[in-house]
């Protein structure tokens, strides 16, 4: 059973170009969140996508937007980068039982913006 | 609102000595509480839970106990191998939103186990 796998696993643009990243995942989830690690700090939460929908979202702005598809995978999609969006973007996927769940995450994908 | 403060590291110890990293948390109500590890080059892990007040997580002989009267939530092991050199992440998942999880994280502490 493959667990939560991101693409590309690396990435370099420059200031002012868009970037998307991709996510699938874990078997049986349905629920896919997104955060941004910046270099030796916590991961910060994005967004998160149930039912093709987002249903909340972090402190961040709308640069960066999302998708989820039929299939339950999802994208992240920043715009107008900055240089302070180089972090590593990490992707989550849980199933939606009412409960806590465990959130699986994947390896990320580093995006350095030059 | 939500915020979650770990010790600085790294702590460095020798194989088989006490772990422990602190973890406090500040959170409206009661919210669950994780320690994920993240080995280098790979994503999160989520080593152990605890989601009411003076439930005892453990896994892998991690152990950490949910103290509501202090807001805590402190990683320890009794015995540490070079294999759990990593970095921890204390976490927590506000409560009243069990069909959405946002995690949030603390900084992390990174831990280096010397044979």
């Known amino acids: 059973d493959a667990g939560v796998t991101q693409s590309p696993t690396h990435l370099i643009k420059t200031r002012g170009q868009q970037v998307t990243l991709r996510c699938s995942p874990k078997?049986?989830?349905?629920?896919v969140s997104w955060y941004q690690q910046a270099l030796g700090q916590g991961p910060q939460f994005i967004f998160q996508?149930?039912?093709?929908?987002?249903?909340q979202r972090g402190n961040f702005p709308d640069r960066f937007s999302g998708h989820q598809f039929p299939n339950y995978s999802s994208e992240l999609n920043v715009n107008a980068l900055l240089l302070g969006d180089s972090a590593l973007y990490l992707c989550?996927?849980?199933?939606?039982?009412?409960?806590?769940?465990?959130?699986?995450f994947g390896p990320g994908t580093r995006l350095t913006v030059l | 609102g939500n915020s979650v403060t770990q010790m600085e590291g790294p702590v460095t110890l020798s194989e088989e000595a006490f772990l422990t990293i602190n973890c406090t948390y500040t959170?409206?109500?009661?919210?669950?509480l994780f320690w994920y590890v993240q080995y280098p080059g790979e994503g999160l892990q989520l080593l152990l839970k605890?989601?009411?007040?003076?439930d005892k997580g453990s896994n892998k002989g991690f152990e950490a106990t949910y103290r509501k009267e202090t807001t805590s939530f402190h990683l320890e092991k009794g015995s540490v191998q070079v294999s759990d050199s990593a970095v921890y992440f204390c976490?927590?998942?506000?409560?009243?939103?069990?069909?959405?999880?946002?995690?949030?994280f603390g900084t992390g502490t990174r831990l280096l186990v010397s044979p």
């Open positions: 605890a989601t009411k007040a003076d």
């Open positions: 959170a409206t109500g009661y919210p669950s």
């Open positions: 078997s049986g989830h349905d629920t």
């Open positions: 996508y149930y039912e093709e929908e987002e249903r």
């Open positions: 976490a927590l998942s506000p409560k009243g939103n069990t069909g959405f999880q946002k995690l949030v």
């Open positions: 989550a996927s849980s199933f939606n039982s009412g409960r806590v769940n465990e959130q699986f």
